[in-house]
Each structure stands twice: as structure tokens, then as C-alpha cells.
């Protein structure tokens, strides 16, 4: 029985406790970030990849 009271005093814990949410806000805020980082890199590998295919088609054999 005091396993149960010792889990739930433990839930409650968490649950009143504010580093939580704060924690989960920057997890999300993180996971933003790297999106649009992907996102920003992958748009300049696409205008790169197109330079040194334009380059590629002008220079001869």
C-alpha cells in the first residue's frame, strides 16, 4: 500500500511541479527550430546543387 502512496504523492508532485511545462516548452521550441533549420539547409543545397549544374552544363567535355 505504500508503494500506491508513495506513487501517487509522486504524481501529484509532477504534476503541481513548473519545470515540467517549461521543460516540454523548450523541447518544443527545439524541435521548431531544427525544422526550420532542415528546412533553411535544404533550400541552399538546392540553389548550390543548381549553381554547379549550370556551371557543369557550360564548361566543355
Known amino acids: 500500500m505504500s508503494d500506491r502512496v508513495t506513487a501517487r504523492a509522486e504524481l501529484v508532485r ?8 517549461t521543460a516540454t516548452e523548450y523541447a518544443i521550441l527545439l524541435a ?10 535544404g533550400g541552399i ?8 549544374e549550370s556551371v557543369n552544363s557550360v564548361m566543355p567535355g
Open 14 to 21: 509532477l504534476v503541481r511541479e513548473e519545470s515540467g511545462p
Open 32 to 41: 521548431v527550430l531544427v525544422l526550420v533549420a532542415v528546412a533553411a539547409i
Open 45 to 52: 543545397g538546392e540553389r548550390i546543387y543548381n549553381v554547379y
